[in-house]
């Protein structure tokens, strides 16, 4: 699927990528940060982006008015969980997925290529594909390239992702190698796959923690034809510090017309640190599984709320967030909700959780439109993680 149109301007212009399924549109930057749009045929959302995870059809406690309220915009379904249960066919039978969740927003599908790669005692790749073992009953199912695609076409997700093969951490270079060859090899084959007229294909670059490799993967993805890019192999157990380093190298290779996007990245500080090195799209289970456990993201940094010191604490969960929790009950309440093994306890932690995160996301918007991202950054990474060498000092 190739562009149909490209141009590229400086900081006071655009960078437009036009494609047949998507169209993305880089309105300002800051240093490496990028603020722009991607449209879909089911909406636009704002970039950067921090996807809310809805591994099988849900984010997990929250309805779709829920997941709005929190300023979500778009959404992410998983392959291997889908076509498990309830099936992907069933999914199309239905109308497909936005109709079978009721989210009329865009949707990502993941190939499911990462949650086969942790099924590392119930697996078997070869080049044709993975075999695995369903961690539901046990039976024995493939997924290729060719599947993966089906799969997602069946669900009728806005943005696809290839078929990867993620090596894990630690691996030998070899290992690594083979892993990343293999990828590149399923890529071709994903993009030889018929898919719905809607739908954008992303490539995922692999190569791990060799910067040479992850170079090679780039200029590999780059030739082929895909809508996006990912980076995918990342924030699976290696040292924090090596992450960035693949970050800081490895983004600014990806074609600036096109969306980058690091899956299943991270803390608010990890999040900043990719927006200073371009990236445009993230996703992570943290905001909502840290909810669901009781520990709060917030303007002041993170609360855990099952400690003891909330018992009697009248004050709101943030009180600079604006969202239904924090305007409506006391960290006490939380806590004994909590404590009580209630089930709004992770409703209301998750909607808290996931409009802080949409909020960091507004306000880095704001602050790469206003050429003060550094600063923003600096002060969201002082609340959750260690300063990291300005990228405006790099570009």
């Known amino acids: 699927m190739k562009s149909v149109g490209f141009t590229h301007i400086t900081r006071t212009g655009r960078i437009r990528n036009l494609m047949n399924q998507i169209q993305f549109d880089v309105q300002v930057t800051d240093g490496r940060a990028r603020r722009g749009r991607v449209s879909t045929a089911h909406g636009e959302f704002e970039t950067p982006a921090f996807m809310a995870v809805g591994t ?16 979500t915009q778009v959404v992410l379904g998983n392959t291997y969980h889908l076509t498990l249960r309830p099936g992907s066919d069933r999914i199309a039978a239905l109308g497909g997925l936005h109709k079978f969740m009721a989210w ?31 961690h539901i009953d046990g039976a024995m199912i493939e997924l290729t390239p060719e599947s993966s695609m089906q799969i997602q076409a069946e669900l009728g997700s806005d943005i696809a992702m290839a078929f990867d093969d993620c090596a894990p951490y630690p691996a030998s270079r070899q290992e690594v190698e ?47 034809p895909f809508d996006g890019f990912a980076l995918g192999g990342l924030s ?48 992570c289970v943290m905001p909502t599984r840290n909810a669901r456990n009781g520990c709060a993201f917030t303007s002041q940094g993170k609360v855990v709320i099952k400690q ?32 009580a093994n209630e089930m709004i306890s992770g409703i209301l932690m998750t909607l808290h959780n996931l409009s802080y995160y949409q909020s960091v996301m507004d306000q880095a918007r704001k602050a790469i439109e206003a050429g003060s991202f550094q600063d923003y950054a600096d002060h969201i990474i002082g609340l959750y993680g260690q300063k990291q060498p300005s990228p405006l000092e790099t570009s």
Request: net charge negative; hydrophobic share 40%.
């Open 56 to 71: 099988q059809a849900t984010v997990k406690g929250l309805t779709p008015a829920q997941i709005s309220d929190t300023k």
């Open 104 to 134: 009329d927003g865009p949707i990502l599908t993941d190939s499911g290529g990462f949650q086969v790669f942790s099924l590392a005692e119930l697996r078997k790749t070869t080049d044709e594909g993975v075999t695995f073992k369903s």
């Open 178 to 224: 083979d892993a990343m060859a293999r990828t590149h090899a399923w890529a071709q084959r994903c993009l030889e796959v018929s898919r719905p007229d809607h739908q954008a294909l992303f490539g995922i670059v692999q190569g791990g923690l060799f910067a040479d490799l992850r170079r090679e993967s780039v200029a590999a993805l780059a030739d082929m």
């Open 236 to 283: 699976v157990g290696e040292p924090k510090a090596e992450m960035l380093n693949i970050l800081s190298e490895i983004t600014p290779l990806l074609p600036a017309e096109k969306p980058r996007y690091v899956m299943g990245v991270g803390t608010p500080a990890d999040l900043m640190a990719g927006v200073a090195q371009g990236v445009d799209m993230f996703d």
């Open 308 to 339: 003891a010191q909330y018992r009697d604490d009248a004050a709101a969960l943030d009180p600079d967030c604006p969202c239904y929790t924090c305007l409506t009950f006391s960290r006490a309440y939380l806590h004994h909700v909590y404590r």
